[in-house]
């Protein structure tokens, strides 16, 4: 199939990418258009705003935490019934896991996709310069496309053609339009990135950005550029047919926890689960189910509503004292100590299954792909099974006891980063997330292990 695609890529971060991307999704949505977007890279904030635009789930395209041939499947099936699909970049278009390869880049999946690029810039302080920069990111990789150019944060219509002049004189790259620099389609940010769009007042903000859109980008361009793609060779679907439920897994989702890869969730579909959603901010009990995933989020946000609910967080102890299985990730895990405390040094009581406390402190950032092997047979699989996926939290894990580790980390480069993966009975919790089209066998294997313990606690329930 020929999926009409089009990359939005920035010169650098910063520069405006999500702010664009979100305008021309809203305003290709307000045309009638069914639009499906992607993020490169593992950000699950962005794709946050991207499905609450399109109505459609975003997902994330990765080329270091996933092979090609994944990525492209992953690709084709959202894309199917979609009319136009619109990729967001990371970062800057060429950086990635290495200063000295693609891998992990947006221009990697660009060209995994056979995509054009459109261009993002910060007009606000150049006007002949844009020539150059354009020609430079035009011309570094050949077998790149870098077809389109569009100008953020540009002071006046009188600017705008002076930028849009200079472009077209010098390169072979269609000018496409600009935004002016507007504070009033500017998205909240914080510790992690831009506030996630289910918290809610966005819905205007998009109907502002659609407005600025349609006012100053030419759209037709925008469509004519991704439907200029070639046809695009996929493998077969990454996710198989799901099977017959034989477990209900329990997956917190609300204020707190809410960061989940879409293909996690489908790949523990396909092995016989079915997914109920829970609060652990604002249920008091827990649903009917055989297994726990709690995902990250923003725990150190809510910790005194998490703290508050008490008898959530007995329920969710008991259940692991049952011998019942439970997955967590990064603000999931954090949930499961003894406490979280957060920026202001309040510490807020939590589960208490890890004798250790979750410190936030915003100088320690912890970012970076990971690759994770089994040190132990755990929930997730046999020792020496391997799968990768990225960390980023601020938080630091302060030991209070002892604490046993199911998994060994290792970075991008290959060098060590210690361990992750913290046990106990048939409780894994780590802080990286795990993508589990990297490694499939987790999935089957924590539905394996929730479908095992729930054999064996069937007279507790």
Known sequence: MNY????????????GKTTVTLAILAALRQRGRRVQAFKAGPDFIDPSHHTAVTGRPS???????????????????????????????????????????????????????????LLVIDGSAMARSAAAMVSGYAQFDPALKVRGVLFNRVNSEGHYQLLKEAVEQHTNVAVVGYLRSDQAVTIADRHLGLVMAMEGGTGELYDRLAKAAADTIDLDRIEDLAGSCGFLATSPQLVKQNRQHTVRIGVAQDQAFCFYYPENLELLEAEGAELVQFSPVNDQVLPDVDMLYLG?????????????????????????????????ECGGMMYLTQAIRDFEGRSHEMVGLFSAEAVMRKPS?????????LSQTCILGASGVIARGHEFHYSTLVPRGPLDYACSLSDARGDSKGQDGLVLGNVLALYTHLHFASQPKMATALVNSARRTAVSQRGTR
């Open 365 to 373: 950032l912890t970012l970076g792909y990971r690759t994770v092997e």
């Open 4 to 15: 009409p695609r089009l990359v939005i890529a920035g010169t650098s971060s910063g520069v």
């Open 296 to 328: 990250g989020g923003y725990p150190e946000l809510h910790g005194e509503m998490l703290a508050g609910n008490v008898a959530m967080r007995t329920a969710v102890r008991q259940f692991a004292e049952r011998g019942r299985t439970i997955y967590a």
């Open 59 to 117: 997902r994330n395209l990765d080329g270091w935490m996933l092979r090609a041939d994944l990525n492209r499947a992953l690709f084709a099936k959202a894309a199917a019934d979609a009319d136009i699909s619109i990729i967001e970049g990371m970062m800057g278009l060429f950086d990635g896991s290495s200063p000295i390869s693609e891998i992990g880049s947006t221009a990697e999946i660009a060209k995994q996709l056979d995509a054009p690029v």
